[in-house]
């Protein structure tokens, strides 16, 4: 009943743009670190960013000023902007909060998460 679901997903050209979306139904998700990661097959799950209760947020390196996450609590949604794709960027998407509303966020450690979306798959094309 009360679950992650990710949607905006779909193919995009390389230099193209996207936004994915997180419904997080949840009464006190404004409460919570959330966090975007990513994973294509045969590789290990990536972080992407996370958000904390206050806005505070942290990127990996690895996304090079190119992703932004944001959330909006007032429609219990949490999203992933993403510009300038490139056919690496390809993968399966997720959205992820901690266990408990009192763990802050410390980066995008897929460790640190236990409750999780279903994923949603971005194409980038060469």
């Known amino acids: 009943a009360q679950q992650l679901m990710e949607s905006g997903g779909g193919s995009v050209q390389a230099g193209g743009s996207l936004r994915l979306s997180c419904a997080a139904p949840?009464?006190?998700?404004?409460?919570?670190?959330m966090g975007w990661f990513r994973q294509v097959p045969g590789k290990e799950r990536e972080g992407v960013a996370v958000?904390?209760?206050?806005?505070?947020?942290t990127y990996a390196d690895s996304m090079e000023g190119r992703f932004t996450i944001s959330r909006d609590n007032d429609k219990n949604t949490l999203y992933l902007q993403m510009t300038s794709l490139k056919p690496e960027d390809t993968a399966m998407y997720y959205c992820?909060?901690?266990?408990?509303?009192?763990?802050?966020?410390?980066?995008?450690?897929?460790?640190?998460?236990?409750?999780w979306g279903r994923g949603t798959q971005v194409t980038v094309s060469s």
């Open positions: 949840r009464a006190d998700y404004r409460d919570y670190c």
């Open positions: 992820a909060r901690r266990g408990a509303y009192w763990y802050r966020c410390q980066g995008p450690d897929s460790r640190d998460f236990e409750y």
């Open positions: 958000i904390d209760s206050d806005g505070s947020t």
